[in-house]
């Protein structure tokens, strides 16, 4: 149980952040549900994807294995399922409605993946998984939803937008992974990761301003 609630614990921190910073009436939780228990299952095909890849050996020891295994095949997937199940939606009406949505879904996924490692490595891990690969994914999803947010509500230019949500995400997560690869990784890791989050609180201002003034 203990190990269930440390690695639960940074999902709920980042969720309900993200939820409460948004300054117009909030998104009913059940479709938030719906959208992170999505996220949560695209684990597994994904793992399946991933296991298929290693076997055959593809892209072993070159460069664009993170970019291709990692960040463009989990941000496609949750890409594709926010275009299916969220973007139409009747309550996806503001800007910010798809960062919440965006941060949901990667913290689904980030959710089975830190459970799975937490009780395969033990809990000395879980406060460098809550650090980086959890925040990360947050963060990619935010990214992706400002730009779905974008997407829904230009009159312009709104493929550029969709084609934006998933290739940005996608190669951060990408340059993510390499990082991580690399022999002195938390030296690249930590600004790469401030970054982010000052990027993150950025976007997360301009998604709750444009509805206002109605860009």
Not at 77 to 94: A, G, S, T, Y
Not at 130 to 140: I, K, Q
């Amino acid at each position: 149980m203990a190990l269930l609630i440390t690695a639960v614990a940074p999902i709920i921190a980042l969720m309900t952040y993200i939820y409460l910073n948004k300054k117009m009436e909030l998104e009913p939780l059940s479709l938030i549900i719906r959208v992170f228990i999505v996220g949560c299952l695209l684990v597994f095909p994904i793992m399946f994807i991933q296991y298929g890849i290693e076997q055959e050996q593809h892209l072993t020891g070159t460069v664009w294995k993170p970019f291709l295994s990692a960040g463009f095949l989990e941000e496609f997937f949750k890409w594709f399922f926010f275009l299916f199940i969220v973007f139409k939606h009747e309550n996806f009406d503001h800007h910010y409605d798809g960062i919440i949505y965006g941060v949901s879904l990667s913290l689904g996924f980030a959710t089975v993946e830190n459970i799975i490692y937490i009780f395969s490595n033990g809990i000395e891990i879980a406060f460098l998984r809550a650090v980086f690969p959890v925040s990360s994914h947050a963060l990619f999803g935010l990214i992706m939803g400002y730009y779905m947010g974008k997407a829904k509500f230009r009159t312009d230019r709104k493929k550029w937008c969709i084609a934006f949500a998933l290739v940005i995400p996608a190669l951060l997560h990408g340059s993510y992974g390499y990082m991580v690869s690399l022999p002195a990784w938390l030296y690249s890791l930590l600004p790469f990761m401030v970054i982010l989050w000052v990027v993150g609180f950025q976007l997360i201002r301009l998604a709750n301003t444009h509805h206002l003034q109605g860009k």
